[in-house]
């Protein structure tokens, strides 16, 4: 390591062949748990090491994300603190893999970036693949649509997932930073969202994470199991399905969502998306805690 990775503690020196860069960071609209869902659903079933932490005490607010104390019989042991971690493990086909995890930075979110775009030229990171999820207005009845944003210079994957048309405008979280950044290393990057039905986006919903994982796998060419969150997805469905059938308002909701979804079948992608209006709206309604 040389000056340009002040901020991150190597742990390992893996012999890596091109891995793809995952992350999911804590902190950022996260609809229906898709993320975090993907991202613990890929750490339980992918055997992985740590490969580095970074400098918390520079980038993390520790009041805000105060550490965990553990007591025993009124002794305070230890405290465990919030940490951000880059780890490497391999597909069911032995490919390469590093997931970044961990809170989304408190502060210094240019110094955050370089770092980690300087460690993932160091291993040779071919791709780069954020995870996220956002309510939209959809039926939970049609199977989960996930889109794509990327900068300009990674442009050419989007037509794989599908995109919002428009354009829009809303508050950012680390990984439009992070997107930037790969772009200025000549990097490809990706960000792929869950689009999660905006009357369930409270609960969790692995209907979304396992959307976001076949995605993952899709656009990286790794291959991925979804299998167990298929059949939670299952079980969900049902629980919705119920609450749905319980309340005539809901029903009649869900009702001019499938009507609409199925008007736009055979369309293109991005028609049957909303638009950056609709689209600001719901993510402004989640981030007020209306969303029910």
């Not at 230890?78 to 989304?104: C, K, M, S, V």
């Not at 794509?148 to 930073?177: D, F, K, R, Y």
């Amino acid at each position: 390591m040389d000056d340009d990775y002040t901020h991150i503690m190597p742990l390992a020196e893996p012999d890596l062949n091109e891995p793809v860069l995952v992350y999911a960071l804590e902190g950022w609209i996260d609809a229906g748990l898709g993320a975090s869902t993907a991202m613990n659903t890929l750490l339980n079933s992918i055997p992985t090491e740590l490969l580095a932490t970074f400098d918390t005490e520079y980038f993390i607010d520790q009041r805000a994300r105060r550490p965990l104390a553990r007591i025993v019989d009124g002794v305070t042991t230890e405290l465990t603190w919030p940490e951000i971690q880059l780890r490497y493990g391999r597909d069911g086909d032995g490919a390469d893999i590093l997931f970044l995890i961990g809170p989304e930075p408190d502060f210094h979110w240019s110094d955050f970036v370089e770092t980690v775009t300087d460690a993932a030229t160091m291993y040779g990171v071919r791709l780069c693949v954020g995870l996220g999820a956002f309510p939209a207005p959809t039926p939970h009845t049609r199977p989960i649509r996930v889109i794509a944003t990327a900068p300009e210079a990674s442009a050419n994957l989007l037509p794989l997932m599908g995109t919002v048309s428009g354009e829009l405008e809303v508050p950012a979280g680390i990984s439009s930073a992070l997107e930037l950044g790969f772009a200025e290393v000549d990097t490809d990057v990706v960000t792929l969202w869950a689009r999660v039905p905006h009357y369930v986006a409270s609960m969790p919903y692995p209907q979304a994470a396992a959307a976001l994982i076949e995605g993952l796998a899709r656009i990286g060419g790794l291959t991925l199991d979804s299998s167990e969150l298929r059949a939670s997805a299952d079980e969900a469905r049902q629980r919705v399905d119920e609450l749905v059938m319980n309340n005539p308002d809901h029903a009649t909701m869900v009702e001019s969502l499938e009507e609409a979804a199925d008007e736009s079948e055979g369309t293109s992608l991005g028609d049957d998306l909303p638009s950056g209006d609709e689209l600001a709206a719901e993510l402004e309604r989640f981030l007020r805690g209306e969303t029910t």
